[in-house]
């Protein structure tokens, strides 16, 4: 019931044990009716990872075997068609990548597999009838808004959404959830979209900037690299040295950096490596990177850190 026909479910564990594992696969494929294992072997060829099991031993906490007797969902199965199944999931051992091991399997539901019928829609609810979203909720942009940004940047980038006083760089799949009718009860409740309601909205994309008395605010420094090559008003191009400079607490003018036209929050685009850097232009050029950022940016380009930096 959760794939309509020809649909993928993703089984990922962090766990190496087949109980939790494999077992867990072989009772899906038990209880499910037109579903069929893909090889993760051949999906994800590049993983260091090795086919998954048909036998294993039950094992206590001790890791000795068990004498106990087991049920049946946490034994290999017995079941031919099930067990051959099994090798086409895949564990990958800890020292294989130098980090945790995991097991992945891949479920797929035949086209012809039969579908469940739709739960009957009891409420329909309208747009008046449903509780707002909190203040707090992402939006879209309003007009009022969309135009401010235009003018300080110069274009309007797609999938910005208003989150109080923070602009948010997401994804056209956002709008879609947004505005998608959706269903509580079991489907029996459907709720109009444009809203989120009844999801709760833990976080929204990348945080771009912030409005300040109907201004926007610099590019905060996770968003430079995605939005600079997109607005002309807000980012310039320069030579690396420049950017190493500023890497390095060297002074600045704006005339130096070639934005003395410029005021506020900006963007510097090494126009070879295309690296960005987020600015405040003022009486002088002023990196906005927190500390670790600023370590990263110069281990990246190749640059030594000073024993300012590493106080």
Request: one cysteine or more; hydrophobic letters at 40%.
């Amino acid at each position: 019931a959760l794939v309509k026909p020809g649909g993928r479910v993703v089984y990922a564990t962090c766990s190496l044990d087949p109980v939790e594992d494999e077992a867990v696969v072989a009772e899906v494929l038990r209880n499910s009716e037109g579903v069929d294992m893909k090889s993760v072997m051949e999906l994800l060829p590049g993983v260091p990872g090795e086919a998954g099991r048909a036998d294993w031993p039950s094992l206590d906490d001790g890791g000795g075997v068990a004498v106990v007797e087991m049920p049946e969902s946490m034994q290999p199965p017995s079941e031919q068609g099930i067990a051959s199944q099994l090798p086409r999931s895949m564990r990958v051992w800890n020292d294989k990548i130098g980090g945790g091991g995991f097991f992945l399997a891949v479920l797929e539901k035949s086209e012809d597999a039969p579908e469940r019928p739709a739960r009957e829609v009891e409420v329909k609810m309208t747009a008046e009838e449903v509780k707002p979203d909190s203040d707090h909720s992402p939006r879209p942009i309003p007009d009022e808004v969309a135009s401010v940004v235009e003018s300080a940047w110069g274009a309007l980038p797609d999938n910005l959404w208003l989150r109080g006083k923070r602009l948010l760089l997401s994804t056209p799949e956002v709008h879609d959830v947004w505005g998608s009718e959706r269903s509580r009860r079991g489907g029996r409740t459907r709720i109009p979209g444009g809203r989120w309601r009844p999801l709760k909205v833990i976080h929204l994309g990348l945080s771009a900037a912030r409005l300040r008395g109907g201004d926007v605010e610099r590019i905060v420094a996770g968003a430079a690299h995605e939005l600079a090559p997109r607005l002309p008003n807000a980012s310039s191009e320069v030579d690396g040295a420049l950017i190493d400079a500023l890497l390095a607490d060297e002074e600045m003018s704006p005339d130096e950096a070639g934005v003395n036209a410029v005021r506020g929050g900006h963007i510097l685009i090494d126009r070879a490596t295309r690296d960005c850097v987020p600015v405040w232009v003022g009486v002088r050029v002023s990196l906005m990177l927190g500390k670790a950022e600023r370590r990263i940016l110069s281990l990246k380009r190749g640059l030594s850190i000073t024993e300012k930096e590493e106080e």
